[in-house]
């Protein structure tokens, strides 16, 4: 028996899933590639510092130096973003994938009417769209900050030597 309702086509859209999807597979093997320990190691380190730091540097501090430790504890915000929203990340990954799948689904067996299939497929894409760029916005802010921690990591190191040893602290830190 055939159905009275005539089958719509909703090729673009499925298409347009699927790249989605694809995009979510790009996203999301760059941000497992981030090494959580070392992350965590590293905001753990730049902590470390930051607080000897202030807890042992009584003078006014000279303006390349301030300058030098802002930059430092610009590092750790991407850092800790990372670390706190991590399993956040992962849950809307797969979350906004099983959306994908049924929505998938639903178009290809003509389950949804065409008014409601075009709402749904509108808000999956947003959605998928806004996830994909946080999620490598955060990707791409992590490995740049990470890879700025070693180089900070020794000029921070280099105050804190000065400071254990009572003296000032050098005053120039070129950036």
């Known amino acids: 028996m055939q159905s009275c309702k005539p089958r719509a086509d909703y090729s673009k859209q499925l298409a347009t899933l699927d790249s989605l999807s694809k995009a979510f597979d790009a996203a999301e093997k760059e941000f497992t590639s981030i090494d959580s320990a070392k992350v965590r190691e590293q ?3 730049i902590n470390k510092n ?3 730091i202030q807890q042992n540097y009584k003078d006014t501090m000279p303006k390349d130096m301030a300058y030098m430790l802002s930059d430092y504890r610009d590092v750790k915000f ?3 973003e990372y670390t706190r929203q991590k399993n956040a990340f992962y849950k809307e990954l797969s979350f906004s994938r099983d959306q994908f799948r049924n929505l998938e689904h639903d178009l290809k067996n003509n389950l949804v009417e065409k008014e ?6 509108m808000q999956e894409k947003k959605a998928g769209e806004q996830l994909c760029r946080s999620l490598n916005a955060l990707t791409s802010s992590v490995k740049e900050k990470s890879a700025k921690f070693e180089p900070m990591t020794a000029k921070a190191v280099e105050v804190i030597n000065k400071l254990k040893e009572k003296t000032k602290p050098p005053i120039s830190f070129p950036r």
Do not use: R, V
């Open 50 to 52: 930051l607080d000897f």
């Open 43 to 45: 905001l753990d380190s």
């Open 116 to 121: 409601k299939a075009e709402e749904y497929f």
């Open 78 to 80: 991407p850092l800790e």
